[in-house]
């Protein structure tokens, strides 16, 4: 069984920075990618950043120079610094990792909990 456990998130002003943490953990034998995902009220999940296990970095445009994303192998962790926040930003932040249970090719999806991020004066 994997796990997803998020932190951070919160209330914050318009401009200001936010950190959320991913450590997974459970029957995890290599993470192909990290990432996360955001979902706010009335709309769809969309990719916010992802991480890949070459090193590779994804970010969508609207928060390109913005947020950063960043991943520690060993932690199993994955990190999203989020600067200069806008008031569209505010949503449910979802952390999500590809990954393997053994040395084969199938990969596993899972998705944590869920963590909201507020941006309001």
């Known amino acids: 069984q994997v796990q997803l456990v998020e932190s951070g998130g919160g209330l914050v002003q318009p401009g200001g920075p936010v950190r959320l943490s991913c450590v997974a953990s459970?029957?995890?034998?290599?993470?192909?990618?990290m990432g996360w995902y955001r979902q706010a009220p009335g709309k769809q999940r969309e990719l916010v950043a992802a991480?890949?296990?070459?090193?590779?970095?994804q970010y969508v445009d609207f928060v390109k120079g913005r947020f950063t994303i960043s991943r520690d192998n060993a932690k199993n962790t994955v990190v999203l610094q989020m600067n200069s926040l806008k008031l569209e930003d505010t949503a449910v932040y979802y952390c999500?990792?590809?990954?393997?249970?053994?040395?084969?090719?199938?990969?596993?999806?899972?998705w944590g909990q869920g963590i909201q991020v507020t941006v309001s004066s």
């Open positions: 999500n990792a590809e990954y393997r249970t053994d040395f084969g090719t199938r990969k596993y999806n899972h």
């Open positions: 459970g029957s995890i034998f290599s993470i192909a990618t």
């Open positions: 991480s890949f296990s070459g090193g590779g970095t």
